[in-house]
């Protein structure tokens, strides 16, 4: 029989309204997603290599996204540095290094999910303010879906998030 986890207790004291089946499924962190100028990815990926980082994935999104993005694995674990170069102008994170006075940066962080859409649907009930209309499909084969950073009017996030599901896990 298994043992329920005992920080659920505390979750389940604190928000009684939700039951632990309901909550969306939150595994980890999956990445870090850092936004890099037109022309700098190659540059910013060395000084990653140096510290040890190494590159598992490489690939360029176009559609809504229009970025090139390399993937980094932190030592052995399962979380992950993403550099993200716009390849145009109307890429989001053009838009992003623009209201940043031209400067790369934090671009989002990446959360993953046992199901994208069994997320999405809780946090659409929960009233977040989603970006996307579904969960859609992202890079390496995972399926994708941003929460807007001013999600609740109460209390923003500040940031933007990412939900990440891998179908290989």
């Known amino acids: 029989m298994p043992t329920k986890n005992p920080s659920s207790k505390i979750f ?10 309901e909550l969306p499924g939150f595994l980890f962190v999956d990445h870090i997603a850092i936004a890099v100028c037109e022309g700098e990815l190659e540059d910013q990926l060395k000084m990653y290599r140096q510290m040890g980082f ?24 399962q ?3 993403q550099l993200l170069e716009p390849l145009s102008a109307e ?9 940043n006075g031209g400067r790369g940066g934090l671009a989002h962080v990446g959360l993953r999910v046992k199901s994208a859409q069994a997320a999405f649907d809780f946090l659409k009930a929960q009233g977040f303010q989603i970006i996307d209309k579904a969960p859609r499909p992202g890079s390496r084969g995972t399926t994708v879906f941003f929460i807007h950073p001013k999600s609740h009017q109460d209390a923003p996030f500040g940031v933007l998030y990412e939900v990440v599901e891998d179908p290989k896990n």
Request: glycine fraction near 4%; include cysteine; aromatic fraction near 2%.
């Open 54 to 77: 190494r590159e598992l994935h490489r690939e360029e999104m176009c559609g809504t996204d229009q970025v090139r993005e390399v993937l980094l694995q932190i030592g052995e674990s």
């Open 12 to 21: 389940d004291s604190a928000f009684p309204e939700l039951q632990a089946a």
């Open 91 to 99: 890429s989001p994170v053009q838009k992003q290094i623009e209201r």
């Open 79 to 81: 979380n992950l540095i």
